[in-house]
């Protein structure tokens, strides 16, 4: 991410409000928080989504088993999303080839829909076997980032996220650190690496349209701050 | 009572509770055969419940009246047939593991691995097969490898079709009476109502108020792109309610087709619309307010529809696509997510065509209005942009020949009589009629007067024999009821007597259970339950069926699909694909243009093919025999004609005077060159004339025998002085053929030759460049001529030459030698006629009058030596434009006879005639009024008038835009870079011009304004003629292009025979005539499609047509080397009088 400052064109100064809200580095930590806190928003909600499947009964409490994982994996959630959401952009910029496929908000709001939808599919339906479910969640996971990245850095980003991330989760299930509500390995593995590949996908997505957002302030300072105060 | 009591029950359940203790436990003894034994009474107990008979006084009654028959298995679910009964009495016990066989139980040696064969490996919420044949919880059946409890408990699980106590009854009691319980304290019984309900609680609303907050999130960002229309909320929310009526339309075609929706409607509701997606709309909106905004609305959109068609088209074939990969991982909710989707889809394309277009046009109109009203001050000077089209023309054409005899127009309906392709004759004929609008109509008139005036028992019955099976509706609270329940040895019946009314199509996340003091948590869903009875074996197990899954009715039911979704997925599916189809038939139907695509036309005409549309559509050849009119001795260069008669001109100086009705020769003008009267030296002459005509086949435009070089070929003005003193080419021969013998009609019938007025064809053909060559060939002077100049002749031998050219003028059929004035005139260059004057241009700069029926000279002037590359003659007004890029504007007046004719500035070179047959009673004097001495810098390639207006096109790029009356100069046009070399004015003052750099350009001649400027050919362009509707070119690259008039925006193009490029006509607003290599093809001019082909001569030696002319009779005049053909189109032959 401290690539991202090393290029900046544009001008700059153009008044107190202005300049700091196109500050460079201002506006990645912006960036950074924001994806922190989309990140932490949608573990807790896809958590909930994985911890009613298990549900069978009445939840006793439902509050509380929003927060029954542990206390530090929505954090870790919102930290590797601004990760991959800040990376994204800056590997596009080093590629040289800017991502120009459905830059739209609209675009990226379908495809955080469709990410939930996949994380709703795989906690809602029943698949007969893990190899029909890893099937379907890998098929769907392609699907996405076909329809809404269509790039091959995003592609190579996303399956090698995919794959730290079930490294990295099964080493702290192996260590016993944290634990899934089912013993089932074998379930557990074919669901991550497509959850996490589509979550890469998506909050890359996220990350360049707020990159966007912000080379277009970059361009047309004036306009862009005074229809869309908010920027972030 | 709570509105969940509506609605019959699906069925009521029972369950006999076994539990039985294995007294003597040893720890060495076989899991597996611990439970063997109480399994085994199992059996037993189902065959008693089975054969219960309850006789009382109405009769006897037997489990299979009472009980719940089931059917058929889901096609899925295959594996499991052995296991769960069909066609019969849904009655569920672990037995059924051994299909209720006895003997079977008794040899299976791993009951416990029959058991648990079917239990998936991984989790599952739904209940298992285990669950469902145990009836109670995996867990407390004690079923299991490791069971620690001696326990080993089940239920044999009854479903009735409807409660029926006195079987109950009796059969509890007759069970009471085979197990006798020691400790047996009876309950009260009571029904629990068990309703599953939708899903309830804060951890499912959170993750689905989150996706409707993603879902609102897409919507605004989506339509927050809707710009540049009146209203863009009226238009958000027009696409709003187009995906949402979509997804309506799915699920009421979904449950039409039997159908019914098993997912959570509100769960699935984001993700459907956001798999249908606003895009499309978008895009069409987006696309629509690009277009240009002067446009008409329906212009606008028809353009916007077709400029994002394929896209649109592409984005849903691929969403198709998808989901149809979706459909095919047979996950069962999935599928029919699906389906719900590709129904969804195909609805939403035809609401985005019906209805959203629909809305978007009143808002571009609304915007149009407001426009208007706003601009409307600078806007009422201007002409409204549509032409006004063909009143005006036809009254032009008949304005401009008052003096003809008899005017035969155009009936312009009379053009349907053309024929029609069938398919577009049919939609025609739906269009005109409405009939589809007629018909679903009345439909829906029939269909709504059905629905209202059926008998309303009909309906509830309908909707109750639906209901049962489908959705809780209905029927009110269900009174408790003393239910009796078995009680067997070690084991205790199940008081709780259960109803389960479950709304097994929505697919229940949850159970909820009425007032249950124990289950404080669980809202309170208005069950009633009679005080629950002491147990011996504690309340647990009376409450053991609440433990079960929550899914294990609903999963019971579903396995028998009380849903039809599977059979009627494939349905749907294969429904939207024809959908599909239809859509792109209609498509390739009903647009048959090919919009706005540049070099789509190309290529549809391949040279050696018979002519044919896009679609391979080939009318056939059509029978007409051309006439054909022979006469000249070289190619024909100039043409006119005033649709009575017709004026030609060949290279070798002869002007022919035709009826254009029947074909005769009137009147035949040689060449005025014949101060040498030796017929041998005219021949060499000939020859020589043949030799600069193959030096400009090569390459040179010099060519002075040519006519204007510049229309076609404007590479460079021809030094007029080569005219000067050059040779005069005299006429070649003007034989006295009345001498020879004359043959009767040649041999072969077709095509009918009209011979030459003078020249009698000599026996199977005479032809005089064949004699020209012939002459060529002897002296071995030129050997090479450019073969398509060569006329073809069938004749054979030399035919001597001498004698037949020694005629000189022959005085036949009244055309007088005499009025034939030799002089040192140049050859000509243009050609005109009017009434029975022609006007001939020369390239010496003579300006002759002729009369065409007498063939006289009526007047003439050359007072000017520059060549007259182009004529006007316009209402006794004729301008001639001059290679010095002067214009001469004329006046002829006509005088009494025998008043001496004057001219300015000449000395007055009389040209009556002394010819005793010249009977015209008043002379012709053409007098100069105007010139315009340098109108233009380079010489005048084109020119033309109508509208009062005079336009002149000139090599040095301009235009320039005269008043007819008065010569006064008004515009000066500039925008071409290159020479004009075409140029189109018409009653409606626009003005089209073609130059040599490919471009056309639109003016309006008010203003002087250009309108529009397209590129249009590789190459110059070689004519342009114009439509009310469209603008049609002609270019060198062989390409005739028709562009939409207002919009300057291409609409197809047609690709011609090599050399033909030039050759085409427009017979009428949509009917154009092109010419190709021996044919002419008719066209229809607002479709691009092909009517028909009319051969010239069959005899295969086809020439390319290189010139049309369309005369008023519709007869087509074409150029074929030195013979001209008549055609005649039949079913456009009509006369108006």
Not at chain 2, 293 to 320: C, F, H, P, Y
Not at chain 2, 561 to 571: D, G, P, W
Request: hydrophobic content about 40%; some cysteine; aromatic content about 8%.
């Amino acid at each position: 991410m401290a690539e991202g400052e090393t290029e900046s064109p544009g001008p700059k100064k153009r008044g107190p409000y202005i300049s700091s809200v196109t500050s460079r580095s201002v506006n990645l930590m912006i960036r950074g928080v924001v994806l922190f806190f989309i990140g932490v928003f949608l573990a807790l909600v896809l958590n909930l989504l994985q911890i009613q499947r298990n549900v069978t009964l009445f939840p006793p409490d439902v509050i509380a088993s929003i927060f029954s994982s542990a206390w530090w994996v929505p954090p870790c959630c919102g930290t590797a999303s601004a990760v991959i959401g800040l990376l994204y952009p800056c590997i596009d910029r080093h590629l040289g080839e800017p991502h120009k496929f459905k830059r739209e908000w609209s675009s990226v709001m379908r495809c955080v829909a469709v990410f939930v939808g996949i994380n709703h599919a795989s906690a809602k339906v029943d698949f007969d076997n893990n190899i029909q479910l890893s099937l379907t969640l890998a098929a769907l996971s392609i699907g996405l980032w076909w329809t809404f990245d269509r790039s091959r850095s995003g592609f190579g980003l996303g399956v090698g996220i995919a794959f730290l991330a079930t490294l990295v989760t099964q080493l702290l299930v192996y260590n016993g650190v944290y634990q899934y509500t089912s013993p089932d390995f074998l379930y557990v593995r074919s669901w991550l690496p497509c959850i996490f590949f589509a979550g890469g996908i998506t909050m890359g997505n996220i990350g360049r349209q707020l990159a966007m957002k912000e080379e277009l302030s970059w361009l047309h300072l004036d306009h862009r701050v005074e229809a869309n105060p908010g920027l972030t | 009572m709570t509105k969940q009591y509506v609605g019959a029950p699906v069925a009521y359940i029972q369950q006999i509770f076994v539990k039985s203790s294995v007294s003597p436990w040893h720890k060495n003894l076989l899991a597996v055969d611990v439970f063997r034994s109480p399994l085994s009474r199992a059996f037993q107990l189902v065959e008693e419940v089975r054969n219960h008979v309850l006789r009382d006084s109405s009769g006897t009654r037997g489990l299979e009246e009472v009980c719940l028959q089931v059917t058929d298995l889901l096609p899925g679910l295959r594996k499991l047939r052995n296991l769960l009964p069909e066609h019969g009495c849904l009655l569920l016990s672990p037995g059924n593991f051994w299909q209720n066989d006895r003997e079977r139980f008794h040899a299976d040696p791993d009951i416990i691995g029959t058991i648990h064969q079917h239990e998936p490996k991984t989790l599952q919420t739904s209940a298992t097969l285990k669950d469902l044949l145990f009836g109670v919880p995996g867990k407390y059946s004690g079923v299991s490898l490791y069971a620690r409890k001696r326990m080993v408990s089940y239920t044999i699980t009854l479903v009735f079709q409807r409660y029926h106590a006195k079987f109950l009854g009796s059969l509890r009691a007759r069970l009471m009476l085979l197990h006798p319980s020691p400790n047996c304290s009876l309950r009260a019984e009571s029904l629990v109502h068990v309703h599953f309900k939708e899903e309830i609680g804060i951890a499912e609303l959170i993750p689905l108020v989150t996706t409707y907050i993603i879902l609102f999130a897409y919507i605004y960002f989506s339509t927050r792109k809707i710009d540049m229309v009146k209203s863009k909320w009226g238009l958000a929310l027009a696409a709003v309610v187009t995906v949402l009526s979509s997804l309506l339309m799915s699920v009421g075609l979904c449950t039409l087709f039997g159908l019914t929706p098993t997912l959570n409607g509100g769960e699935i509701f984001p993700y459907l619309v956001v798999v249908i997606g606003l895009e499309n709309v978008l895009v069409l909106t987006k696309s629509v307010v690009s277009t240009p905004v002067d446009l008409e609305v329906k212009l606008r959109i028809a353009q916007g529809l077709s400029s994002e068609s394929w896209s649109i088209m592409k984005n849903m074939a691929t969403e198709l696509g998808i989901i149809l990969i979706g459909y095919f991982t047979l996950v069962p909710a999935i599928q029919e997510f699906c389906l719900f989707a590709v129904v969804g889809l195909v609805s939403d394309f035809f609401l985005q065509m019906l209805f959203f277009t629909t809305v978007l046009s009143i808002d571009i109109r609304r915007m149009e209005l407001a426009d208007l009203n706003k601009r409307l001050p600078s806007e009422a000077c201007l002409p409204p942009a549509k032409p006004v089209g063909r009143p005006a023309r036809f009254e032009r054409q008949l304005a401009v020949r008052p003096s003809t005899p008899h005017t035969i127009t155009l009936q312009p309906s009379s053009f349907r009589n053309l024929r029609l392709p069938k398919r577009l004759r049919v939609i025609y004929f739906l269009a005109r009629t409405r009939l589809a609008q007629r018909l679903i109509m009345a439909g829906t008139v029939v269909w709504i007067g059905i629905l209202v005036y059926t008998d309303p028992a009909g309906l509830r019955t309908y909707l109750a024999a639906q209901v049962t099976e489908q959705s809780p509706l209905g029927e009110g609270a269900l009174t408790p009821m003393p239910v009796p329940s078995g009680v067997l040895p070690a084991s205790h019946p199940d008081p709780a007597f259960s109803i389960f009314p479950p709304d097994a199509p929505k697919l229940p996340e949850n159970q909820t259970l009425p007032g249950e003091p124990p289950e404080p948590g669980s809202p309170a869903e208005g069950a009633h339950d009679s005080p629950v009875p002491e147990v011996t074996w504690g309340p647990e197990d009376e409450e053991l069926w609440r433990k079960l899954s929550f899914r294990h009715w609903p999963t019971l039911f579903s396995y028998y699909n009380i849903t039809l979704a599977k059979r009627v997925a494939a349905l749907g599916l294969a429904a939207g694909m024809v959908l599909v189809l239809l859509l792109l038939c209609l498509y390739r139907v009903l647009c048959p243009r090919n919009y706005g695509q540049p070099g789509g036309g190309p290529g549809r005409r391949r040279r050696g093919e018979l002519p044919c549309d896009d679609y391979g559509y080939a009318p056939p050849e059509t029978e007409i025999a051309p006439l054909v009119l022979r006469g000249h001795l070289m190619d024909i260069e100039c043409l006119a004609s005033d649709g009575m008669l017709l004026v030609s001109c060949c290279l070798a100086g002869h002007v022919c005077v035709w009826d254009a009705q029947t074909g005769d020769c009137l009147t035949r003008i040689p060449r005025p060159g014949q101060r040498r009267d030796s017929g041998v030296g005219s021949v060499f002459e000939a020859q020589e004339s043949w030799e600069r005509l193959s030096d400009s086949g090569k390459g040179g435009p010099e060519e002075p025998g040519d006519s204007p070089p510049l229309r076609h070929r404007p590479r460079g003005p021809p030094p007029p002085a080569l005219f000067g003193d050059q040779p005069d080419l005299t006429c070649l021969i003007d034989t006295n053929f009345s001498a020879q013998p004359r043959l009767s009609e040649p041999t072969q019938p077709e095509p009918r030759h009209r011979a030459g007025c003078s020249r009698a064809r000599d026996g199977p053909g005479y032809d005089f460049s064949r004699l020209v060559q012939r002459v060529y060939q002897d002296d071995g002077l030129v050997p090479g001529r450019p073969p398509a100049l060569r006329p073809s002749s069938p004749g054979p031998g030399p035919p001597p030459l001498a004698p037949e050219d020694e005629g000189g003028c022959p005085p036949e059929k009244g055309s007088p030698c005499l009025a034939w004035v030799p002089s040192a005139d140049g050859s000509i260059w243009s050609l005109e006629l009017q009434g029975s004057l022609i006007v001939v241009g020369r390239s010496s700069g003579r300006l002759e009058v002729w009369d065409a029926i007498e063939g006289t000279l009526r007047c003439s002037s050359e007072e000017v030596t520059s060549g007259i590359t182009a004529l006007v003659f316009l209402d006794k007004r004729i301008v001639a434009a001059r290679l010095n890029g002067s214009l001469d504007f004329f006046s002829l007046e006509t005088r009494t006879a025998l008043s001496p004719l004057q001219f300015r500035g000449t000395p007055g070179r009389s040209s009556s005639p002394a010819s005793p047959v010249y009977s015209s009673s008043d002379t012709v004097a053409c007098r100069l009024t105007h010139t315009v001495p340098c109108a233009h810098q380079k010489p005048i390639t084109a020119l033309k008038a109508a509208a009062g207006r005079l336009v002149t096109g000139s090599q040095d790029h301009t235009l320039r835009v005269f008043r007819l009356e008065d010569s006064c100069c008004l515009f000066t046009l500039q925008g071409h870079s290159g020479a004009i070399t075409a140029v189109y004015i018409d009653q409606t003052m626009v003005l089209a011009s073609g130059g040599q750099d490919g471009a056309i350009c639109l003016w309006d001649v008010l203003t002087g304004s250009r309108v529009s400027h397209m590129f249009a050919h590789r190459g110059d362009v070689t004519s342009l003629t114009c439509t009310t509707s469209c603008v049609i070119s002609s270019g060198l690259d062989d390409l005739i292009s028709i562009w939409d008039r207002s919009t300057g925006i291409k609409l197809y193009s047609i690709q011609q025979d090599l050399g033909c490029g030039a050759s085409l006509g427009v017979i009428s607003d949509n009917l154009l005539v092109t010419g190709g290599q021996g044919c002419v093809s008719f066209w229809d001019l607002n479709y691009g499609d092909l009517l028909q082909t009319v051969y010239l001569g069959k005899n295969s030696e086809a020439q390319p047509t290189r010139q049309i002319l369309v005369l008023d009779n519709a007869a087509i005049v074409c150029n074929f080397g030195s013979e001209l053909s008549l055609v005649y189109v039949p079913s456009v032959l009509e006369k108006l009088d």
